[in-house]
Every structure is written in C-alpha cells, then in structure tokens.
C-alpha cells in the first residue's frame, strides 16, 4: 500500500523556529511495508546510496538558491527563523505541530503497529519510519524489538561506574556520564581509527547507534532503581517491546503504564532539529563525533528547565499549588498563584515555545490518554483547569509569543498516577527517548 504526503526536500531545510517555507511543496511517498520486505539494515544499504545522489543533486541544482533574508532579530534570538538546517525526519509547523516523516501523531496512533490492537504505537515503529520514511508492519516491529533486546547488553563495569557517582547527582548527570562511559564500545570511532572509506560511515554508525538505543533503558533504569528504589535493578524482560520492556526495568507494570511508556517514548523522539539538544547532537555529530559523544552533548543540552527539565519543573511546580492551596484549587487561587509565580522573575513551565504557536499535539494526545485511563485524577483535573488559567495571563503579560501549553506541562501527571512520582528522573525519560532520532546523528 502506497500513500501520499506532500513535503520538498528544500521545503524541509528548516532552523530552530523556522515558519512555513514559501518554497512550496512537492511529492514525497510514504510506503507501508510488506512483511517480506528486508530488515532495517538492510533497507538502509540500499536507500543510503539514493539518499546521497539526492544529496549531491539538491547541492547541484539548488545549491545557490536563497532561503530568506537574516535580521537583527533573527541573530540575537539565536538563529531564530531561519532556515539553516537540513532535518529530514520530522517537521515542525508553528501551528499544527510535529510530523514525524509526514505523519501527525494521530495517524502515527493510526499507522503504526501497536502492542495490542488500538494500542499505543510502539517506539520501534517510529524508529523504522523516521530512518526509511515508511511505515513497517508489525513483523519488521518485532523483529526490531528482539534485535533492540539483543543488543540490550551492558558490561557490569557501567554500574559500579554509576555507584562510584554521587547517589545525589542528578539523574540527568549519571546518564550522560553513563552515556561516556559506554562510549568505549564505539564501533564507529574503531573504524575510523582503521582508516574505513567516509562511504562506510553510516555502517559503524548505524551500529552504535541501535547499540545506544538498546542499552539505554537498563542504563536509565539502573539510575532510577539506585536513586529512588535502593538499588534493587529489575532485569530485562526476555520477550517485552523497547518501552514495555523499560517500564518494566523501572519496577512498573501495569499494562497501562506500558502503553504510556510507548507512547512517551514515541512522542519524545522527535522534534525537528533547532531545539538545543537536536541541534547539539548534530553540531557534535558533523566533526565525525561518534553517536555515544554526540548523544551525551545532547542530553547535557536536554538537562537545561528551559529545555527537557521543563517536565521536571511542571510536576514540582502543580505540587506546590496543590502544597500550598489543595487539590480543590479555586481559579482566583490559581491566578493568584500563577501571578506570584511570574513576579517572582519565574516562568510557567510547561507554557511557550520556540516554535509551536498553538497547543502542542504532543499535549492533546496525553490528554486523551489521560482522559481514557485516568479521568477522575485530581493532578490531572488540575492540568487541564490550567489550561484555562494560564493563557489568559501570559496573553496578558504581552511578551509570549505562544502562550499554550507544550509536551511538558502534561507528561508528570501521567507518571505520577501510574506511580513514577519522582519528578527529578522526568527527563531521563525524555533523554531515552530522544536518542530515537539523535543517535542517527
Ligand atoms: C520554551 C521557551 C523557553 C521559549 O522561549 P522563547 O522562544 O524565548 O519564547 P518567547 O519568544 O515567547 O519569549 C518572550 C518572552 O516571554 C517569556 N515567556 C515565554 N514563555 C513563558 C512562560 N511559560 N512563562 C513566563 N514567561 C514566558 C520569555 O521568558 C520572554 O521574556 P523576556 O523577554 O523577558 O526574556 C519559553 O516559552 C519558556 O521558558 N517556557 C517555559 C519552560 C518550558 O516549558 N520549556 C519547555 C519547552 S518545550
């Protein structure tokens, strides 16, 4: 089954806040897999060669074509607007949101393959399709999961690495310096060591990469069972898929809070490349920094409460209103609150963008999963009264720019019901998450 999405590839070179590009749009196809097509490696051996032409032909006949003016503004808002790089997996419109390959998350919820039927799509299927742009099937889904779980492997070294840390440093610091720990097992930065041809790149890279992705879950899952749960490590499951199986490594088992780990995980994977920690990754990645060095740059980059701490922050800051007024917060308190939280030189985490000017679907599709599993939730009732109280005042304030709420002011209370209460590991999560798309750097 072939269908259809429109995207150019001049159209998707895009920077931190770039708007819509004027340079029109052309064709692209997105596939959906049939079972007996090749495996993930093996596609890309095959894709990598055209992707490279295409490469070499887009510099060839656009290569002097202009993509904008630069303003004053554009500099001091830190390349704000322009168009200045090439991301071809996902695309950020200011008003729809994220497409991963073309797709919303809505039809990822729709197209990609599921643990159950109507379940959650699985992190491995947005893998697949962010590397090939095409949707695999549930067979190509599984056999990713099992070859994720045979990679799964760390050396005990790691651990007694993490227990040398200071139990106290934050999560994030322990899976970054975890991170360069593992980046030992490098294959890429053996290769080039050996003098591999720069057409082989890709190999060893695509093999620290999946090796990354696979390891991270016991790594980040260590960190949390060492900090919050006494050091008692869960090991993986034999037969569980990639975010299944790293809600399970967590200690959580409950069969909603895999399908939310899925999710999460899908939905944090990706948001084009002018956010720190893509761009750092990148950045990182073009001085031919293997995937372990340019992942850990990146998540010290997600460690930032502007950034992937927000999650973090969100949760911390809704249990302070809830400290100080109750979970039967009225709207009067709840302004007065957000009033005292912006007077005091604060913002609302959760609220802005760089990019988005409208609510983030990567809030809306969490609000539906709460909506389903977990209505009557106070914390939850508690986010979505803030929906209503918060844009209001930051329309107020007259500076925001975008003053809906983004992926961050939902995720914590999702956690927080199926028991994940530890607002300080959030960003681990997103961390694992992300390095879906960073490790391909
Ligand atoms: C995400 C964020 C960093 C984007 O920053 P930005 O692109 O500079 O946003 P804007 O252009 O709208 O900022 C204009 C002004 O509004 C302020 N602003 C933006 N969002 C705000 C918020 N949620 N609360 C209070 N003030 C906010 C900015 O701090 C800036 O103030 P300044 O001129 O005094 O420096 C910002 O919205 C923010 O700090 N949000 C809260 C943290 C958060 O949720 N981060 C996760 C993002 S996914």
Not at 90 to 109: H, W
Not at 355 to 361: F, K
Not at 369 to 385: G, N, R, T, Y
Request: with cysteine; net charge neutral.
């Amino acid at each position: 089954m072939v269908f259809f999405r429109s995207l150019s590839a001049l159209s998707r070179l895009r920077s931190r806040s770039a708007q819509q590009s004027s340079l029109g749009t052309s064709v692209r196809w997105l596939q959906m897999e049939s079972s007996s097509d090749l495996d993930l490696r093996s596609q890309l051996k095959e894709m990598i060669p055209e992707q490279q032409d295409r490469l070499k032909k887009l510099k060839a006949e656009h290569g002097k074509v202009q993509l904008g003016n630069i303003t004053t503004d554009m500099v001091l808002g830190g390349m704000r607007g322009m168009i200045g790089l090439l991301w071809e997996t996902s695309l950020l419109d200011p008003d729809e949101g994220i497409r991963f390959r073309g797709l919303s998350i809505p039809e990822c919820q729709k197209l990609l393959p599921a643990a159950k039927p109507g379940g959650e799509p699985l992190p491995e299927g947005l893998l697949w399709l962010l590397l090939t742009g095409k949707v695999p099937n549930k067979a190509h889904v599984d056999a990713l999961s099992a070859e994720l779980r045979d990679r799964a492997q760390v050396p005990d070294k790691l651990y007694k690495f993490i227990d040398g840390l200071d139990v106290t440093a934050h999560p994030m610091t322990q899976l970054s310096a975890g991170v360069m720990f593992l980046q030992v097992q490098s294959e890429f930065q053996k290769a080039y060591e050996n003098g591999i041809h720069k057409s082989k790149y890709w190999e060893t890279t695509y093999e620290d990469s999946l090796n990354l992705i696979a390891r991270l879950p016991a790594l980040a899952a260590y960190i949390y069972r060492r900090i919050y749960k006494e050091g008692q490590s869960i090991p993986m499951h034999d037969s569980l898929d990639y975010g299944g199986n790293f809600a399970h490594m967590l200690g959580f088992d409950n069969p909603k809070m895999h399908e939310l780990m899925r999710l999460y995980v899908t939905i944090h994977s990706d948001h084009e490349g002018g956010n720190v920690s893509a761009h750092t990754a990148h950045l990182v990645a073009s001085a031919l920094s293997d995937p372990y060095l340019s992942f850990a740059a990146a998540l010290n980059g997600l460690a930032g409460p502007l950034h992937g701490l927000a999650n973090q922050e969100v949760l911390l800051w809704i249990k302070s209103v809830v400290d100080e007024c109750g979970e039967n917060v009225s709207t009067e308190q709840l302004k007065e609150y957000i009033w005292r939280t912006l007077n005091s030189g604060k913002v609302v985490p959760g609220y802005g963008h760089g990019v988005l000017r409208q609510t983030d679907p990567r809030y809306t599709c969490q609000r539906e999963f709460a909506l389903k599993h977990l209505p009557d939730d106070p914390l939850f009732q508690l986010v979505s009264k803030l929906y209503e109280v918060v844009p209001p005042i930051l329309t107020e304030l007259g500076k925001v720019k975008n003053p809906w709420p983004n992926v961050d002011a939902h995720s914590g209370v999702l956690l927080n019901h199926f028991g994940l209460t530890e607002a300080r590991y959030y960003t681990v999560l997103f961390g694992v998450s992300r390095s879906i798309e960073y490790a391909r750097s």
